[in-house]
């Protein structure tokens, strides 16, 4: 299947700070998500971006399909914000809806 | 998009029984699919559940371990069976509201410990 790679594994900020978080993946995709998971566990849908530029609040993404990489920017950081975020993929070829999922950053905000 | 409401939300169970987690959603689909994430781990995909047919099993998961119902377009089913303490995890079920490559929506997920 596809290779997912998130960086960095794990990020520690002060709120207020900006932070910028990277998926790269191994081949064409026909979807791409980036997904906060809560310490309950449920996975929050950010965006839904196989490619361009999209914004919500604070929050914003960016896909480079024909370079393999995708790009989630948070800016002012909440404490609110902590938690892991996942990238997952879809890729041509693969069953429509199943994901492949990176690694995760672990995102911790200080007050 | 798509309401999935999954039950039980978290579950402590002993070690030999089996769980059987539910999975609804308010409007129907064609697959279904079923993850586990291990403590600390990322989400890997069990099974793909159409309604109508066998779920098909990812490698490393086998359908006497992790048996699952699709008996209509809303609906399914995971069973963890025969329970050790390696299975606790948290199981999520995904749906993917319409073909085409479009946006995959998940359940609250399922805590489950087994003891």
């Known amino acids: 299947g596809i290779q997912v790679e998130q960086s960095p594994p794990d990020l520690i900020l002060q709120e207020g700070a900006n932070s910028t978080l990277r998926c790269n993946f191994s081949?064409?995709?026909?979807?791409l998500q980036w997904f906060h998971q809560n310490p309950w566990g449920q996975l929050i849908n950010l965006f839904y971006?196989?490619?361009g530029t999209k914004q919500n609040g604070r929050l914003s993404a960016t896909t480079v399909a024909t370079e393999r990489y995708s790009l989630l920017y948070i800016s002012s950081s909440q404490t609110t914000d902590s938690g892991v975020y996942f990238c997952?993929?879809?890729?041509?070829?693969?069953?429509?809806?199943?994901?492949?999922f990176g690694r995760g950053t672990q995102l911790t905000v200080w007050p | 998009s798509a309401v999935i409401s999954q039950k039980p939300s978290r579950d402590i169970c002993q070690r030999g029984t089996s769980l059987t987690i539910q999975c609804q959603v308010d409007?129907?689909?064609?697959?279904m699919f079923w993850y586990r994430q291990q403590p600390g781990q990322s989400l890997t995909l069990i099974a793909t559940?159409?309604?109508?047919?066998?779920?098909?099993?990812e490698s490393g998961f086998v359908i006497d371990k992790f048996p699952i119902s699709r008996p209509n377009l809303t609906f399914s089913t995971l069973t963890v069976s025969n329970m050790s303490p390696e299975d606790s995890s948290i199981y999520l079920c995904?749906?993917?509201?319409?073909?085409?490559?479009?946006?995959?929506?998940f359940g609250q997920g399922t805590r489950l410990t087994v003891v």
């Open positions: 995904s749906v993917e509201p319409r073909t085409g490559g479009t946006e995959a929506f």
């Open positions: 081949d064409s995709v026909n979807n």
């Open positions: 971006i196989p490619s």
């Open positions: 997952a993929v879809n890729n041509r070829g693969s069953t429509l809806g199943r994901l492949y």
């Open positions: 409007s129907q689909v064609t697959m």
């Open positions: 559940a159409n309604q109508g047919s066998e779920a098909t099993y």
